[in-house]
């Protein structure tokens, strides 16, 4: 995977954040399983300092390669949002932020 002309490595556990603006090539193995997620500016930028200062640590990030505890912790978010965002049931939009 590569972002802004960088490569990181595509394995287990790993996990990719892009900021708005950046390009990024993604080649993946055949079987390979994964979540995109992307957020537009208005998520990206909240008002609420806390989550703006968790945001702004976690984005000077591209890559994390993650323990497998803390990966199943965060698939598990991941498989919430995923479930919220298809069902979309009322204020589904506030349940994943």
Same mark, same amino acid.
């Given at each position: 995977? /590569?972002?802004? *002309? $960088?490569? =990181?490595? @595509?394995?287990?556990? +790993? @996990?990719?954040?892009? !900021?708005? %603006?950046? @390009?990024?090539?993604? $080649?993946?193995?055949? %079987?390979?399983? %994964?979540?995109?997620?992307?957020?537009? !500016?208005? *998520? &990206? #930028?909240?008002?609420?300092? $806390?989550?703006?200062? @968790?945001?702004?640590?976690?984005?000077?990030?591209?890559?994390? /390669?993650? +323990?497998?505890?803390?990966? !199943?912790?965060? +698939? +598990?978010?991941?498989? *919430?949002?995923?479930?919220? &965002? $298809?069902?979309?049931?009322? !204020? =589904?939009?506030? #349940?994943?932020?």
């Amino acid at each position: 995977h /590569s972002i802004d *002309f $960088t490569n =990181y490595p @595509v394995d287990d556990y +790993s @996990v990719f954040f892009m !900021r708005p %603006g950046q @390009v990024h090539q993604l $080649t993946l193995q055949q %079987g390979s399983e %994964g979540y995109l997620i992307q957020f537009n !500016r208005e *998520f &990206y #930028a909240p008002k609420e300092e $806390t989550v703006n200062f @968790v945001l702004r640590k976690v984005s000077n990030k591209n890559y994390c /390669s993650l +323990s497998v505890e803390n990966f !199943r912790k965060f +698939s +598990s978010q991941l498989s *919430f949002i995923f479930e919220e &965002y $298809t069902q979309k049931k009322d !204020r =589904y939009k506030e #349940a994943i932020k």
